[in-house]
């Protein structure tokens, strides 16, 4: 199955509290909803399962799902969905094939492709209004080197500089 776009839930917790799970994958065809453990793991959550039952605890260690063990193995849980937000609809899901496809391209210049000629078989491009994710993280800022590096070693072996040749 495929994922039709991406983006976060919003349900209605039992202290009164909204809590957000985000990265939730849209996926058309599927008649369920599956909450993946692994997920949620890399979220900082505490996961316990014990006699038959599975308890989530958040970073605070507050419980925030208890549920048994149903008949056919699996944990059901019921959540009170209060509104849902989606990123990246079937609308412009080409768009972000070929973005991915061309290792994170930034779109003016998937169309200058398309306008060029330069690529067969591209699909027109619509410049969607989200942002890349994995985009902005990687365009951060990083700190400089320092440019005031010892010429002379003080000591041997003190500096070593190595240098790669093709």
Not at 142 to 154: D, G, I, R, V
Request: with cysteine.
């Amino acid at each position: 199955m495929t994922a039709e776009g991406i983006g976060k839930v919003t349900f209605k917790g039992k202290d009164g509290k909204d809590p957000i799970i985000e990265e939730v994958l849209f996926v058309l065809d599927m008649k369920t909803n599956l909450l993946s453990l692994g997920q949620l793991l890399e979220k900082g959550v505490v996961i316990r399962i014990e006699d038959n039952c599975l308890k989530v605890f958040d970073e605070d260690q507050k419980l925030v799902i208890k549920v048994n063990l149903s008949e056919n193995r699996t944990f059901r849980i019921w959540m009170n969905i209060l509104e849902h937000e989606c990123l990246a609809t079937s609308k412009n899901k080409m768009e972000w094939l070929w973005h991915h496809r061309f290792g994170h391209l930034n779109f003016k210049d998937l169309r200058l492709l398309i306008k060029q000629k330069m690529v067969e078989g591209l699909p027109q491009i619509l410049v969607p209004k989200e942002m890349c994710k994995e985009c902005i993280k990687c365009k951060q800022a990083k700190s400089s080197f320092s440019k005031y590096l010892p010429t002379k070693a003080t000591e041997k072996l003190g500096i070593i500089v190595l240098y790669l040749f093709h």
